[in-house]
C-alpha cells in the first residue's frame, strides 16, 4: 500500500511539473508575440509583405499606419508617452535626424545592425538606421548629350548647359538634402553658386515630380536632370524605349569622400516604446541578408546591407561610388539648404 502512495505522489508530481512547464511555455509565447506597432512613410504595398513574412517567420504581429511624413512626426509629437508607436519607418535622412533632433527616436546599442549598416547610413548615436538606398544621379537624353560631357551635380552650373538642365521642385525634401550634403562638402558660399548656376541653366520651370523630369529629359524639352534612380526604373519598365539613361556624378573627383549622393529609408526605435526590444527586433530584421532583398527590391532601391546584392533591374545600371559624408548631414543642414535655395531662386 505505501508504495502505491508513493506512486501516486510521484505521478502528481510530474503531471504538475508538465503543466507548470506548459504555462511558462504559453507565458513565453505570449511575451514575445507582443506585437510591435509601426508609423511608416513607406507605402503599405512596400511594407505589408515583409511585416506579414516576420510574422510568418517570428509569431510577433505587426501592426502599421501610413502616412506622409510630416503627419507620422507631429503625431509622435503630439502624442508624447500615450504613443502607441515602436517603430518609425520614414523616408530620406533628412527625416530621421528631425525625429531623433527633437527626442522622438531612442539610441539603441546593437551589433547587428552595426555589422549590417554602413557607419555613414545610419545616425553615429544609434538613434536610426538605413534600411535601403535611393541614389540621386544625372539622368540625360542619349540622342542629344554624349555620356562624356558629364562628369558631376557641380558642372551642371556651367554655361555649356545653359538651357538644357531639368530640376525637379526645391519643396521637395530629395533636393534639399542633396543641397544639404553639397553644402556639407563645400561651404556654403560655394553651394550657393552651384545653385544659381543650376537656376540660370533650367530650360523649363521646375516640375513636381521626377518622373515629369525625365520624361522632360526623353520628350528633348531639356537634356539633363536630377533624379532618384527608383523613378528612372519605374519609367524604363512601362517605356522601355525612352531614349534616356543614367550618369553616375563624381566619381573621379579629388575629393576622397566625394562621389553619388545616396539617401536612405530607414527606421528607429520610438523613444516612448512600449515595446522597445520588439521594435529593434524587427529593424535588426529588416537589415539582415534575409530580408534586405525583398526591402530594397520592391521600390527599385538598393540593400544597405553591403553583403546583399541589389535587383538584376538595379544591377544592370552599373556599379558606382557614393558619397561617404554620414547622411545625417542631409537632416542637419536642411534648413540652411533650404534657405540657400530660396536665395538663389530655385523654387
Known amino acids: 500500500m505505501p508504495t502505491i502512495l508513493i506512486n501516486q505522489a510521484d505521478r502528481s508530481m510530474k503531471s504538475f511539473s508538465k503543466i507548470a512547464a506548459l504555462a511558462l511555455t504559453l507565458l513565453a509565447a505570449a511575451v514575445s508575440a507582443q506585437p510591435v506597432v509601426v508609423y511608416s512613410a513607406r507605402n503599405e ?6 511585416f506579414d513574412l516576420y510574422t510568418q517567420q517570428t509569431g510577433v504581429p505587426v501592426q ?20 502607441p508607436a515602436d517603430v518609425l519607418l520614414t523616408v530620406d535622412a533628412g527625416n530621421l535626424w528631425q525625429a531623433a533632433n527633437e527626442g522622438l ?3 539603441v546599442q546593437s551589433p547587428a545592425l552595426q555589422a549590417n549598416v554602413p557607419a555613414h547610413l545610419r545616425d553615429p548615436d544609434g538613434a ?40 525637379r521642385t526645391s519643396k521637395k525634401v530629395y533636393n534639399q538634402s542633396l543641397v544639404a550634403m553639397l553644402i556639407a562638402e563645400h561651404g556654403e558660399p560655394a553651394t550657393q553658386t552651384i545653385v544659381q548656376g543650376w537656376v540660370g541653366n533650367l530650360a523649363t520651370p521646375v516640375f513636381a515630380d521626377d518622373t515629369k523630369a525625365i520624361e522632360a529629359v526623353a520628350a528633348g524639352q531639356c537634356d539633363v536632370t536630377l533624379v532618384n534612380t527608383y523613378y ?15 550618369f553616375w556624378p563624381n566619381q ?11 539617401n536612405v529609408s530607414g527606421a528607429g526605435v520610438t523613444s516612448h516604446a512600449k515595446n522597445p526590444q520588439g521594435g529593434q527586433k524587427l529593424i535588426e530584421w ?4 534575409k530580408a534586405q532583398s525583398l526591402f530594397a527590391d520592391s521600390n527599385l532601391e538598393y540593400p544597405v546591407n553591403p553583403r546583399v546584392p541589389p535587383a538584376p533591374a538595379v544591377a544592370a545600371w552599373g556599379n558606382f561610388k557614393q558619397n561617404a559624408l554620414n547622411v545625417k548631414e542631409a537632416g542637419a543642414r536642411q534648413a540652411q539648404a533650404v534657405k540657400l535655395m530660396d536665395r538663389a531662386g530655385y523654387r
Open 252 to 262: 573621379s573627383s579629388i575629393n576622397a569622400k566625394s562621389g553619388v549622393h545616396v
Open 286 to 289: 529588416l537589415a539582415s541578408d
Open 128 to 167: 536610426w538606421f538605413g534600411l535601403s538606398v535611393r541614389a540621386r544621379v544625372i539622368v540625360y537624353n542619349t540622342a542629344h548629350v554624349k555620356p562624356q560631357q558629364l562628369s558631376t551635380y557641380e558642372a551642371l552650373a556651367q554655361p555649356q548647359w545653359h538651357g538644357r538642365l531639368c530640376l
Open 64 to 83: 502599421f499606419i501610413t502616412g506622409s511624413e510630416g503627419p507620422l512626426l507631429a503625431r509622435l509629437r503630439a502624442e508624447g508617452k500615450s504613443t
Open 105 to 107: 527616436l531612442r539610441p
Open 45 to 50: 504595398q512596400l511594407i505589408k509583405p515583409l
Open 232 to 246: 528612372f526604373g519605374r519609367l524604363k519598365a512601362a517605356k522601355p524605349d525612352l531614349p534616356v539613361a543614367i
